[in-house]
Every structure is written in structure tokens, then in C-alpha cells.
């Protein structure tokens, strides 16, 4: 049977990923439907949301860069197949905030 010691690093931290996930799924439908309600309202939004959404999008971004450093080590399959899984979540989960993030000039 093969040796895998970088999976013990790994799932400490993914266990935290694991965590966090629907949390940050949860605020980036919030933020998706935040930019449509702004955008028929013609309103913008308070600060202290801009700063919020910002946030997110920073840490899930930091996130996206350790799964894809993870990706590069030698893991067991199963967990190479867990990280792919989170990777494209998180994937789907950015581009649908930074396409809200456009729309809401959160980063202009």
C-alpha cells in the first residue's frame, strides 16, 4: 500500500475548507442578488457591505491558491479527488462574486 504523508497536512486544513464552504456559498448568492437589487434600484451599496463582499472574495481567492498549490503534491486519490471537488466549487463560487463584484464596482 502506498505512502501518502502529505494527506495529513492537507486534511487538517481541508477540514477548515470543509467548514467555511457553505458559509462563503451562502455570501455569494447574497452578494449575486445584492448586485441585481442595486443595479434595478440604481442604488449603491453601503460600505460596510462593499467591504464584506471584498473580503470573501479575497480569502475564497486565497483558498482557490491552496487547493491548486495541493493539487501539486503527491495525495492519496481520494483526496486528490476531494480538492478537485472544492476547487470547482470554489471556481463556480468566484466567478459567479466577481462577476457581481463588476457589477457593483466593489474593486474600482
Known amino acids: 500500500m502506498t505512502n501518502y504523508p502529505a494527506d495529513d497536512a492537507v486534511v ?9 464552504l457553505p458559509t462563503w456559498i451562502i455570501s455569494t448568492v447574497e452578494l449575486v442578488e445584492l448586485a441585481e437589487n442595486a443595479e434595478r434600484a440604481a442604488r ?3 460600505p460596510e ?3 464584506r463582499s471584498r473580503k470573501l472574495i479575497v480569502e475564497v481567492a486565497e483558498w482557490q491558491q491552496k487547493l491548486g498549490e495541493w493539487q501539486e503534491l503527491q495525495l492519496s486519490p ?3 479527488a476531494e480538492l478537485r471537488i472544492l476547487k470547482a466549487t470554489l471556481d463556480a463560487s468566484m466567478d459567479e462574486a466577481n462577476a457581481a463584484a463588476a457589477g457593483l464596482k466593489l474593486f474600482e
Open 44 to 46: 449603491d451599496v453601503n
Open 49 to 51: 457591505t462593499s467591504d
Open 78 to 80: 481520494r483526496l486528490r
Open 12 to 20: 487538517s486544513e481541508v477540514t477548515t475548507l470543509r467548514t467555511a
